[in-house]
Each structure stands twice: as structure tokens, then as C-alpha cells.
């Protein structure tokens, strides 16, 4: 399905203006950058309808005169509790997505189950049937969420490949799909990761190490509490101070909430996520890793073949990727990413030239077109 904004309803948002609620409708603030935008519902192979945005054209066209030849396409998907926002949040020539349609490209951004404007079902409700609708992990999304929406856009753009860049979570699901599902190789011409997180064997963050140790049982306490959705309609956060001092169950997962809240400094682009992508990231934090869902000797027996969850082995992924990085991020580091580079055939690493960027820069510091969004569009161009 595909909704678009048309000239007289951009101009109509530019006189108006945005609140504050409008700032997670990326059509409108699309429209008041001055780009025309469309939003299209892609339905999963397992029921989830996500939104998916796209800014075919430049800035003040509604429509182009070439239509003889397509333009490449590029894939852009968010972190963990990210969304499309991530990628239009710092403005014209500065955001991402509107410097990749300056360039001529047809930019799409994906948006995870669960999140912004996602958190839909064909069959399951999110708030009846929570404990259904929130039983992912990042591995669900790379295997039915990433996939489905790269066959989508492939087919609506008649194109046979796109390059693809991902933040943070984006890079997970980027090798995650790309070893289980290896005919995706084939239809990714090239790959940018910001700070993509895989390997945790030196993972930095001493307190999210912490409470990795008690994943599971944090992770079973908030299942039985009906606590699925971090930042959600019921997250521990919105509930009155009378109910932490009689849970202590509630309190623990508001001290991870309050953690993830930190690392999160612009609050208006958080989306909410399911407290199972936190689990899995936590069970592989606890066994400095990079593996499948954990569920148990028994259960990975039956499900794996095997006592433990088995690795993702990066070096199946034939992509050109390039990982970009920085030494002062607090949940990825630089050990991690050159081995995991060392692993993946077509890899290469790129260090930010700035010794204080940060692991959210790559998508809200205003200096990431000169320290990384040019080198991106120059990598692009010679392989458009």
C-alpha cells in the first residue's frame, strides 16, 4: 500500500508547522524539509506491517523529467529503538537521506517491527496480545522484517539490487540476514555500517555489562510482569512511585530503562522496541559472543541440533561493506570491528577522524557529513 503527499498538502505543512506528536509522521516533516515523500506498508512473511519511507526526488520536485533511467537505490535502516526519523532528524544538507536524494538516488528507509508507525498486525493485537505480538529479536528482524522490505523495494523500483546502510542494530540485522539468508548477498550492491554491532567479546559499556549477567532472569521476571515493550504504552517508566517500592522486579527493569534512556540523548526520535531485542543483545554481551536466541540446553537441542546457540559466521557474507567506526563508543568496540572485519571477505574499516564522536553521532552529530556522510556519497558514486 502506498500513501503519498502531494504538492498542495506539503505546502499546506510548511504554513502550519509541526507539533510535537507530528515529529514521529515522517511524511510531514519530510514536507516541511521541502522533500516530497511517499509511505508505503510492507506485511511481512509473519504477519507485521511496517512502514516504509521513501524520498524519491529532490528537494522542491514532486516528479522528475528522466524517466528513462532508474536511479540506484539505497536502504536505510535505524538502530535499536531508532526509526526513519534517524535519517532526516539533522535537516536539508545535513540529514543523511536528504544529502543520498541530492545525489540522485532513490532513498528508502525502513522502519523495524514494533516501532514507529509499526506496530501493527494483520492477526495480533500489540496491546492484547502483547506476549504474542513482542516474542522477537533482532534475528526476526533481519530474517522477515530486512528482507521482506529489500525484496519490496527491489520490486516496486524494478531494480535487481540497492546498497544498504545501517546504524548500530542496522549492522546486526545486516549480518544476520546476510549469513542465514545468503541470497541477499546477491542483492545488496554494497554495504555502509555506522557502528554496526556484531562481535561483543570487548563490549565497552560497564553497567549494560552488569546487568548482562542477569539477562535471562530480568528477562523472564519481565515477561511474568507483562513488561514486553521497552518504551512503550507500558513501559516501568509510567508507572506511579508507590508501584517500584512494592515491586523490586519493576525497579530493576526501570534502572535498564533509565540506562537505555542515557545512551539515548534526543529523546524525540526514540521508538519503542520489544524487551526481547535487549535480552538477546544481553545473552550475547554475558557470553562475549555473537550467537543465535539462547533457550536452553534442551530447547537449543531440539531447535539447533546443538547444546548452546550456534555463531553467526560472518565470513559466509560477500558484500562490499565498508564499517565505520569510532574509539569513543560506549556499546561497540574497536577490537570487535576489526575482527569482525578480518572475518567478512569484502570488508574494510573506516575510523571517524574525531576522537569524541560518539556511538548516536552517526545520525545526530551535525559534523557526520564532513566526517562520514561525503566519504559515503564518493564511495557510492563510484558504484552507483
Known amino acids: ?35 516530497y515523500s511517499e509511505a508505503h506498508d510492507v ?23 528522466d524517466k528513462e533511467n532508474p536511479k540506484p537505490v539505497v536502504f536505510l535502516m535505524h538502530g535499536l529503538q531508532g526509526s526513519s526519523l534517524s535519517y532526516i532528524y539533522l535537516g536539508p544538507r545535513r540529514a543523511l537521506a536528504y544529502l543520498l536524494a541530492e545525489a540522485g538516488y532513490d532513498v528508502w528507509m525502513g522502519n523495524a517491527r514494533g516501532g514507529l508507525n509499526s506496530r501493527r498486525h494483520v492477526t495480533l493485537d500489540p496491546d492484547e496480545d502483547a506476549e504474542d505480538f513482542f516474542n522477537y529479536s533482532y534475528e526476526d528482524i533481519a530474517l522477515n ?20 546502510i545501517g546504524h548500530s542494530q542496522g549492522g546486526t540485522v545486516f549480518f544476520v540476514m546476510s549469513y542465514m539468508r545468503p541470497e541477499y548477498n546477491d542483492k545488496i550492491k554494497s554495504a555502509h555500517l555506522l557502528a554496526g ?26 515477561v511474568d510482569q507483562g513488561i514486553l515493550e521497552v518504551l512503550g504504552p507500558r513501559n516501568p517508566n509510567n508507572f506511579d512511585e508507590e508501584v517500584y517500592r512494592t515491586n523490586p522486579v519493576l525497579s530493576l527493569l526501570r534502572i535498564l530503562i533509565d540506562v537505555i534512556v542515557s545512551i539515548h540523548k534526543q529523546l524525540e526520535i526514540l521508538a519503542p522496541a520489544s524487551m526481547k531485542q535487549y535480552a538477546h543483545f544481553g545473552q550475547n554481551i554475558r ?16 531447535k539447533y541440533g546443538s547444546l548452546s546457540a550456534p555463531e553467526y559466521d560472518l565470513s559466509k557474507i560477500t558484500i562490499n561493506t565498508t564499517m565505520h567506526y ?6 561497540l568496540d574497536e577490537r570487535d570491528v576489526l575482527s569482525m572485519a578480518s572475518v567478512i571477505p569484502n570488508a574494510k574499516v573506516r575510523k571517524i577522524a574525531r576522537e569524541t564522536y560518539n556511538h548516536n ?13 561525503d566519504y559515503i556519497l564518493e564511495e557510492l558514486d563510484k558504484n552507483r
Not at 45 to 61: A, N, W
Open 1 to 35: 500500500m502506498l500513501k503519498t503527499l502531494t504538492s498542495v498538502t506539503i505546502l499546506i505543512c510548511a504554513l502550519n508547522g509541526l507539533t510535537a506528536q507530528q515529529e514521529f509522521n515522517i511524511q510531514k516533516r519530510t514536507a516541511i524539509d521541502g522533500y
Open 43 to 65: 506485511t511481512t512473511s509473519d504477519g507485521y506491517i511496517l512502514e516504509v519511507h521513501r524520498i524519491p526526488f529532490r528537494r522542491f520536485q514532486i516528479s522528475e523529467n
Open 145 to 164: 522484517d530486512i528482507s521482506d522490505m529489500i525484496d519490496y523495494i527491489l520490486k516496486t523500483t524494478g531494480q535487481s539490487q540497492l546498497h544498504y
Open 197 to 222: 554491532v556484531g562481535y561483543m567479546e570487548h563490549f565497552p559499556n560497564r553497567l549494560l555489562n552488569a546487568l548482562a549477567f542477569s539477562t535471562d532472569i530480568i528477562y523472564s521476571l519481565a
Open 287 to 302: 557470553t562475549k559472543s555473537f550467537k543465535r536466541w539462547n533457550y536452553g540446553p534442551l530447547k537449543n537441542l531440539i
Open 326 to 331: 569510532t574509539v569513543n563508543d560506549d556499546l
Open 361 to 373: 553521532d552517526f545520525v545526530l552529530a551535525p559534523d557526520s557529513k564532513e566526517l562520514l556522510y
